[in-house]
Each structure stands twice: as C-alpha cells, then as structure tokens.
C-alpha cells in the first residue's frame, strides 16, 4: 500500500534575517528524502513536540543557521511510512523520539510531519505514555544521558551530576543510580527531595559558596572520579573531581579553560547527534564524521534496553524503575515560539516545555 502525504505541511521555521521564528507552510511529499523514502527512514505525523534548554541558541543566537531551518529535536506523535530496514515500529505504532533540529530547511520536529532513522524513534505501548510523556522520553530520557551507559560503565563509582533538575539531569540521576553509581548531584534545594527519590544518594545547593568543598567532604578520601555537566556551565564541574582524577563529561564543548583547569581530569563532550549515523556539522563550528559505532548503540538502546525500563508505564507515573520529569505544557506549533522565548528568560525551572499539535 502507497502511503499517501501531504503536500505541503505547517511548520516553525527560523528567519535568519530578523532573527526570529515563524510559522509557515513548507513542502513535503515534493521532498527528495520522502520520495526516496531511505531504509533507515521513519517518518512520523507529530503529535507533541518538545523544547529543550538549547533551542534559542539554534533560534536566533550564536547556532543559528545562515538560512532558514527547521526548529525541533524532540517530538512524539504516529508512525505514517517506514524503511525497508525498520523492523521494531511499523505503521500506525505511537513512538517518540528525535532529529538534528535546525538543521535542515525542510526537518525538524516543530512540524507537523517529522522523517527520522530508526535508531533515534522509540516504540510506546499504546495505552503506556501520552503524547506529551513520550515526547521529552525519546531524548532527554535515555539517548541524552549516554555518557553513563557509552563512557562510564566501568568507571569507579562514585559520580556527581551538576543540575541534576535539569531536564538531562532528571534522567542522568535516574540512569546513574540504575548502573551502580554512589550519586551526588547540584540542584535547588525546592528539587531535592524529588532527587532523592529518583536514586541521588547525596544533594548539594548549587548557589552554595562552599559546595564544591561540601561535594569533596561528602564523597570521601576516594573522592568524585566522574562528573557530568548537565547545563554545560564550564563551573565548578571539575573542581569537584576527586584527588585522583577522573573524567568530567558536559553536553557541548568546554571551553579551553575548563580542559586546562586540571590536568588530571579527562574533559570531553558527550553529543547525541553522533548516534544518526551520519557526518554533519555542529553548532556551525564542529565537524563529525559518521560515527556508526554510536549508531549501531543507540539502537540497540531503543529497541532493548529503554523498553525494558519503561515496562509497566503509567501516565504520570512512570514505571518501576523509572519515572517521569514534570512537564509544562501548552496547544499549537503557533505557540511553539513563546517556549522558546521561556527558555531564553531561563523562566523555568526544574520542568520540561511541551506543545501539542
């Protein structure tokens, strides 16, 4: 059976000239990627999208294309066409999960219709997530937080993540205290009583004057030997490394000054991009080549291990083992550019913005 697109659909598109947002009606069954549908292809009709903390950046500041491209990385929404080689979610499955947002000028999750590869899309039971659940699971849920599951697993255990409320921090916690990890973690103190319960052993006021001294009394003579820079803030991060070194991860790229603070502690960047299987270009400076190692990862991730964390989901819930991140949400992609607006205030806190379409 040919499945039938549409021709064109509604879309949140930067404009590079006014830097700004706007919604607008773009092509899509024209498209060469969904004529010649790829192998790896899936293509979703989106039911929510989700924002995350870097979307001004890809919006109208320093990340910002030079032409027009489609916002969004995180979305959710029903399962419309599938490639020859997709095997765990068919046509007509409710899924989650993720594309390099503002990166193209016609894909992008801020869009009615979203063409992903398989091992960025996660299957949802049917009666499992709501749409809004599933679209911060895809992301900030599992893929996000690799460093734990790719980077760490057989590190020493004990680790620090700094903003554990974040949205990634939310997960990484979680994600931590299920690899073995003795957690400590930054945050407000309003969030550390939910912290504690998603498996943090130890929380520290971020605004604290003494917490990277606190962080360093608390874990002992052993001392953090990992630590996982959730807001990417090139702080205090590696300073609270213990006194035989370790490894300190953040979601984009430190600066110089944080890589020659410590000599004895690794600085990387973890970037869930590498996992499409494909080479692209980063926040128009960093050139990856196509790392299918992580590709081949992140869909063993989908299809085995994040199903089994989310065995037995309840909407609001969450599972056994895992839970949910508080989400704020609000109706329309017209909508979609007062979030990112939000984000670029920093009026949020400790919640994830969602919009339904």
């Not at 690794?266 to 970037?271: D, K, Q, S």
């Not at 494909?278 to 080549?289: I, L, R, S």
Request: charged share 20%; proline share 5%; aromatic share 8%.
């Amino acid at each position: 059976m040919t499945t039938e697109f549409p021709q064109t659909i509604r879309a949140v598109v930067t404009n590079p000239k006014l830097a700004s947002l706007e919604l607008k009606e773009i092509p899509f069954a024209s498209r060469s990627d969904i004529i010649y549908l790829g192998p790896n292809a899936v293509v979703v009709r989106n039911q929510a999208i989700a924002l995350n903390p870097l979307s001004p950046q890809y919006a109208y500041e320093g990340w910002a294309a030079d032409k027009s491209a489609v916002m969004g990385t995180d979305g959710a929404g029903t399962v419309i066409a599938v490639g020859s080689n997709v095997k765990h979610v068919k046509v007509g499955d409710r899924v989650s999960g993720m594309v390099f947002g503002a990166s193209s000028q016609s894909n992008g999750t801020f869009a009615e219709s979203t063409c992903s590869v398989t091992s960025m899309v996660m299957q949802s039971a049917p009666t499992a997530l709501q749409a809004d659940e599933r679209c911060h699971s895809g992301y900030s849920h599992g893929i996000r937080c690799c460093p734990f599951h790719f980077e760490w697993h057989d590190a020493a255990p004990d680790a620090c993540g700094h903003s554990g409320a974040t949205a990634v921090g939310h997960h990484a916690v979680q994600l931590a205290h299920l690899s073995g990890y003795r957690v400590f973690t930054t945050a407000s103190p309003a969030n550390h009583q939910r912290l504690l319960e998603l498996g943090a052993d130890k929380c520290f006021d971020y605004r604290s004057p003494s917490v990277v001294d606190d962080i360093k009394a608390a874990a002992g003579e052993q001392g953090i030997y990992a630590a996982y820079d959730t807001p990417a803030s090139n702080g205090s991060t590696a300073n609270s490394i213990g006194p035989n070194g370790g490894r300190v991860m953040s979601t984009v790229p430190a600066d110089a000054s944080l890589q020659a603070r410590r000599s004895d502690v690794e600085v990387g960047f973890v970037l869930v991009y590498t996992m499409v299987g494909y080479p692209f270009k980063f926040a128009n400076g960093f050139d990856f080549p196509a790392l299918h190692e992580d590709n081949r990862r992140a869909l063993e991730w989908v299809t085995q291990k994040l199903p089994a964390l989310l065995e037995g989901w309840q909407e609001g819930q969450g599972s056994a083992r895992y839970k949910p991140q508080k989400l704020r949400f609000n109706h329309g992609l017209d909508k979609a550019h007062e979030g990112v607006a939000i984000l670029g205030k920093g009026a949020y806190q400790a919640e994830k913005l969602v919009y339904l379409i």
